[in-house]
């Protein structure tokens, strides 16, 4: 079966090895892009039992403001209203360029989180990023799922609703101080561009599978690969090429790794994509990656773009919520019952 860190981002796959000259991208020694983050999420059950896994990357758009994919906080929400052995989750973001999941088990045994002490936490290995506390465990996109109520009182999901917009967000309690957030898009902005010499560059925290091994991971499938080789949480900056197409919702890179393209792989989810021109990256953020290629081979990875109606409205909603728990009415969450009053 396919884990649960893999299925949280599905649709985060890219470009695979066929040579030594593919690549995942540089890790971000210089901390070039601050704004950029990773969120781990804890799974609480009865009895002080803790499951903790690595969510998604995202971006600051705000200082309590984290932008991410909706498939990705979504995987949160869905399991509380269908499964009844969890809780609550909760939710943390950190803007370290190195965010390991030691780093996350061993943060919540130094405070006290309830069932962290059986955790794992190797002292020696760990980076003590500094973590951000969510409100909740995110607010998705209210167009991102069909959710409607059977007469017997159930819930009917249908994931991947038609016209999804695949994008999210987590509040976090405290503004985030000394990192400037990443500005969003005008409206439109895709839908004039010159592509002329303009470059894609995607920035985030996801699984670095060695692509010079020419080698596809085991069992092949709709869920991608079960076996990994490499590891995630440090923020890498890839190179995707230009731009293949631009759709009404989605702008895709072209992700040639025969002509040296970067890729990204699994838990890359949520990242942004900007564009870049003459060698100079606008770090206004244009997409989130959704994707939609298996096991990280190369096939041009959409990302859903954030000038649109769409997107703009929902983000709109969130920044003008005078609370978080009404904040929460603008996202899927309300229709699963789970914003708190």
Known sequence: MFTRLASVSLFTLALCATGASASDGDPDTANAYPAVGFYHVAFNFPGERLETYGGCSGSLIAPQTFLTAGHCTFYDSRRLVEDP???????????????????????????????????????????????????????????????????????????????????????????????????????????????????????????????????????PGVDGPTNFVGDYGVRRIAD????????????????????????????????PLFLERDGVVDRTIVGVLTGGALWCMGAYDPYQRVDIPPAREFLQCVAQAPS???????????ALGLCEP
Request: proline share 8%; with cysteine.
């Open 324 to 334: 978080p728990s009404e904040a929460c009415e603008c996202g899927v969450e309300a």
């Open 85 to 219: 052995a969890y809780e609550k989750a909760e939710a943390w973001a950190s803007f370290d360029p190195v965010v390991s999941d030691n780093d996350f088990r061993c943060f919540l045994k130094d405070i006290g989180y309830p069932g962290a002490q059986a955790l794992a936490c190797d002292q020696a290995t760990r980076n003590h990023p500094t973590f951000y506390k969510a409100f909740n465990a995110g607010i998705t996109h209210p167009d991102y799922a069909d959710i409607k109520r059977l007469g017997s009182g159930a819930l009917a999901i249908k994931e991947f609703a038609p016209g999804y917009t695949d994008i999210a967000v987590l509040l976090l309690e405290d503004p985030v101080q000394h990192i400037n957030p990443l500005p969003l898009p005008a409206q439109g902005l895709l839908d004039g561009l010159d592509r002329s010499g303009v470059g894609l560059v995607g920035v985030g925290y996801g699984l670095n599978y060695h692509k010079s091994i020419p080698a596809k991971p085991d069992q």
């Open 240 to 271: 995707l090429g230009g731009i293949r197409t631009i759709t009404p919702t989605t702008i895709v890179p072209e992700q040639q790794n025969a002509l040296g393209d970067d890729s990204v792989c699994y838990w890359d989810s949520g990242s």
